[in-house]
């Protein structure tokens, strides 16, 4: 029987090409939205907002001991990825929501599911 | 039919707990566990040794642009989980080798199904 032919285009996978041994460039657009979902308090944002939206405060709220700054630092790079919708509704005063785009919604089901196998599992110390 | 009886015992998980605006003390043991798991170069670590055992200089270089202080100092945090095992070989010169625990499988199984999705999804910029 024939040997079976390579197939040079199908490229490995993200994970698959970390465990092959192969240098991750830093600047590799995968790896950089992987450093901004497991940000600190890009995993909790995510978790917050799953099937929800939510005012700044109460995203706040929810989170617990976030800095406001730190947080909306966190809700402007989650935008520009597409993960996080923001809305401004032409009120007086201002009302912003915060919500996942279904995008987001994807990356928080992954998230949610490490979050809650570490909740299931014990730890030592 | 009687209404079913309300379960209190029964915690909600972590995920929902948040989900449910909750506040989460940021000393609770799981949100501490998943700063460690989402670091950044914790994440990394993971998919690494996934199966498989390295030594610091090949762990290193598969992950890429880590600095030595960092990868120790990641290392010994994943230890201290019981997520990474270091195990030191009574050999001259020093020969020192990192793998998962069975524990860190299940983490890495997760943390992986969340790199490989970011991969499989089309981002904007």
Redesign the interface.
């Known amino acids: 029987m024939p040997t079976p032919a390579p197939t040079p285009d199908i490229a490995p996978?993200?994970?698959t090409r970390?465990?092959l041994?192969?240098?991750?460039?830093?600047n590799c657009?995968?790896r950089v939205?992987?450093?901004h979902?497991?940000?600190?308090w890009g995993?909790?944002v995510l978790?917050?907002l799953?099937?929800?939206t939510e005012r700044f405060g109460?995203l706040r709220?929810?989170?617990?001991?976030v800095s406001e700054r730190m947080l909306a630092q966190t809700l402007r790079v989650l935008e520009?990825?597409?993960i996080v919708e923001r809305k401004a509704l032409p009120v007086v005063p201002p009302h912003v929501e915060y919500s996942l785009t279904p995008?987001g919604e994807?990356?928080a089901e992954?998230?949610?599911?490490?979050?809650?196998?570490?909740?299931?599992?014990r730890?030592?110390?």
């Not at 992954?110 to 599992?121: F, Q, R």
């Open positions: 996978s993200f994970s970390v465990r041994g192969d240098v991750l460039d830093p657009p995968s939205i992987l450093d979902l497991t940000s600190k995993v909790l978790i917050a799953r099937g929800r109460e709220r929810s989170i617990g001991m520009a990825d597409g995008l994807g990356a992954k998230v949610g599911a490490l979050a809650d196998w570490i909740e299931n599992n730890f030592p110390s």
